[in-house]
């Protein structure tokens, strides 16, 4: 006897960041719609779950996770290279608290139906099926209302993946997760990719003791970085964070041309590189300490001579030469490609919505927004004027591409009172929450205030000229060594 379709109203395909925020949003905006998830992790957290040991958020704890629920303690660190800002969560961290959100308070609500180490299979029409990895066991849901897909940043972590390019015999090569396990000291340490992964590779073993002079790093493109200080949730950083936003609005209304935008933002401290003699060509919304900066600038072992190709026993071959290494080091991997770019589609598509970005490097805020919005609003055209899609940012022009769209949103979210009300009370969104904190009689933050909405309406109006700029800005070409 073949059993009824589970009914439901919406099938959320994954268990992350953003399915959580959505779902947790769902249950707080409507009163009566039931849930069903479908996640191949054996619980939430999505690639956390896949993540290193020693992973960190990369921005506060008090703006990550859920709206219903405070992640961390929201104190500052009193120690360590994040000294005097707001706490990073750890990875067990994270997934022990996406472990309270599902069974404390989705699971309770009798509105949520949760399927771990399962793999969901969608059709076109409204029913679709869930299968257990492990038994095999099959299930028919029945979406009422829609299918939510949260996978569509298929983030790619070093355990899951395996290194692109060829490993010589006797080299050594372990993902990045593995370096916690390490057992005697390595001669010395070859680190394969620049990004957040890389970076955080790097700083791991520089605080654990190992001499700089026995890291090799490699990176194919240097990126611009985030000043953290510049993200900070409460009053006691609101001249810096509010003033962050005045001097990025500031340059954009004042820069000639892309190149002079970027020199602006640098100079103003808005944003960071590495070596002020090599030309960043990626940006993927990764911040750093002052700490930091200078802890990664303790290495002087850095080849930019693009992607590697193979790793020989005593030679690294890149795609633009290649570079001699002591035998035994051990290769250490980072190279996964982490989020992907967004694919084209808009968030609201017909039967399905697909959890985008709507707002910049803020995917768990924008899916709480979604939900908002699928929640109070029913014409699909206004829903997507209300949630264009933020690209991922990549290469620094997607800085200006990102602020297009985002300040877009926002002027269209401005219209809507409710919406608007619930963006001021997200406990995910900290600038609005700063903006609408300001007393009346607060005359210098009053009038910082005003200089950041003349000069978010001066930056609106500027981003299309530099838009169309974008096409003819080349980055200075990356020096092959750190000096």
């Keep these: 006897m073949t059993p009824s379709p589970i009914e439901t109203d919406y099938l959320i395909v994954g268990s992350g960041a953003t399915a959580m925020a959505f779902a947790d949003t769902l249950l707080s905006e409507s009163d009566d719609a039931r849930i069903v998830m479908v996640d191949r992790h054996h619980r939430p957290g999505g690639h956390w779950n896949d993540a290193y040991p020693f992973v960190r958020l990369h921005a506060p704890s008090v703006l990550y996770g859920v709206n219903s629920r405070t992640l961390g303690s929201g104190t500052k660190d009193s120690a360590g290279l994040n000294q005097g800002l707001y706490e990073l969560a750890g990875g067990a961290e994270v997934l022990d608290y996406y472990d309270q959100v599902m069974n404390q308070r989705f699971l309770p609500s009798g509105r949520v139906r949760y399927f771990p180490m399962c793999e969901g299979e969608m059709s076109p029409g409204s029913e679709h099926h869930v299968r257990s990895i492990v038994s095999g066991q099959r299930w028919t849901v029945a979406a009422r209302r829609k299918v939510v897909d949260a996978t569509h940043a298929r983030t790619a972590v070093p355990s899951t993946h395996r290194p692109a390019y060829a490993l010589g015999p006797g080299v050594r090569c372990v993902p990045v997760n593995d370096l916690s396990r390490i057992r005697r000291a390595e001669p010395g340490y070859v680190v394969v990719g620049a990004g957040k992964t890389g970076i955080d590779a790097c700083l791991w073993l520089l605080q654990n003791g190992v001499d700089p002079e026995r890291i090799c790093w490699i990176a194919p493109r240097d990126a611009w970085l985030l000043d953290r200080a510049n993200f900070q949730p409460h009053m006691d950083f609101f001249d810096q964070a509010i003033g962050s936003l005045v001097a990025q609005f500031d340059a954009i209304?004042?820069?000639?041309?892309?190149?002079?935008?970027?020199?602006?933002?640098?100079?103003?401290?808005?944003?960071?590189?590495?070596?002020?003699?090599?030309?960043?060509?990626?940006?993927?919304?990764?911040?750093?300490?002052?700490?930091?900066?200078?802890?990664?600038?303790?290495?002087?072992?850095?080849?930019?001579?693009?992607?590697?190709k193979a790793i020989e026993a005593a030679r690294i071959v890149l795609e633009q030469g290649s570079h001699e290494i002591e035998?035994?080091?051990?290769?250490?991997?980072?190279?996964?490609?982490?989020?992907?770019?967004?694919?084209?589609?808009?968030?609201?598509?017909?039967?399905?919505?697909?959890?985008?970005?709507?707002?910049?490097?803020?995917?768990?805020?924008?899916?709480?927004?979604?939900?908002?919005?699928?929640?109070?609003?029913?014409?699909?055209?206004?829903?997507?004027?209300?949630?264009?899609?933020?690209?991922t940012p990549v290469v620094p022009a997607d800085w200006i591409r990102v602020w297009v769209v985002s300040l877009g949103n926002r002027q269209r979210w401005g219209k809507h009172p409710g919406l608007m009300e619930w963006v001021a009370h997200s406990r995910l969104d900290s600038m609005t929450a700063l903006v609408h904190a300001v007393r009346e009689d607060d005359a210098d933050r009053q009038a910082l205030l005003q200089r950041y909405k003349a000069g978010a309406r001066q930056a609106a109006a500027r981003l299309p000229g530099l838009l169309e700029a974008i096409t003819s800005f080349a980055p200075v070409a990356a020096s092959t060594q750190l000096r």
């Excluded at 609201?348 to 910049?360: P, Q």
């Design 253 to 308: 209304a004042t820069a000639t041309s892309v190149p002079d935008l970027f020199a602006r933002l640098e100079a103003q401290g808005q944003l960071l590189r590495l070596d002020p003699a090599v030309e960043p060509t990626m940006y993927r919304c990764a911040t750093v300490t002052q700490a930091e900066l200078r802890e990664l600038r303790r290495i002087r072992n850095i080849v930019r001579l693009g992607r590697v």
């Design 327 to 391: 035998p035994g080091w051990l290769v250490v991997d980072c190279s996964a490609a982490g989020i992907t770019a967004a694919p084209a589609l808009p968030i609201f598509d017909g039967g399905r919505i697909n959890l985008l970005m709507v707002r910049s490097c803020q995917p768990v805020f924008s899916a709480a927004l979604i939900a908002y919005v699928e929640s109070h609003f029913a014409d699909q055209a206004e829903k997507n004027a209300l949630c264009a899609v933020v690209p």
